[in-house]
């Protein structure tokens, strides 16, 4: 003889009030925050020339080269200007790009990051 499949429980009907042991879970929406900003800054000092700092400008920050003229001078008379604000990846990969080629040209530039 065939054996029937198995009933499923049964359940009362909901009745307000009375507590069968549901959860109700809430969901709350994520609130996503765009990411922290990093400015890269190039800091001066007396041996590499202005030269060479406007092409790590125009070549590495794609400035044109008046706006590049405009940041070196500001980096030789303050010791240091800003080259732009990046995401925190973009930024490291940036100055490891412009410290390596500093250190192949041979000159001492030094190039940072810090939160903007």
Do not use: W
């Not at 499949?5 to 049964?10: E, F, L, Q, R, V």
């Not at 609130?31 to 092409?55: H, S």
């Amino acid at each position: 003889m065939p054996s029937e499949p198995p009933k499923p429980p049964s359940r009362a009907p909901f009745t307000p009030g009375r507590d069968d042991g549901a959860v109700v879970a809430e969901r709350k929406t994520a609130r996503i925050r765009p990411p922290r900003m990093y400015q890269v800054v190039l800091l001066n000092d007396d041996y590499t020339p202005m030269e060479f700092v406007v092409m790590v400008l125009q070549e590495y920050f794609k400035r044109d080269l008046e706006t590049a003229t405009h940041i070196m001078l500001k980096i030789h008379h303050e010791g240091r200007g800003v080259c732009g604000v990046y995401t925190k990846d973009v930024a490291a990969t940036k100055v490891e790009l412009v410290l390596a080629a500093a250190r192949r040209s041979g000159h001492p530039l030094q190039c940072i990051m810090e939160a903007a």
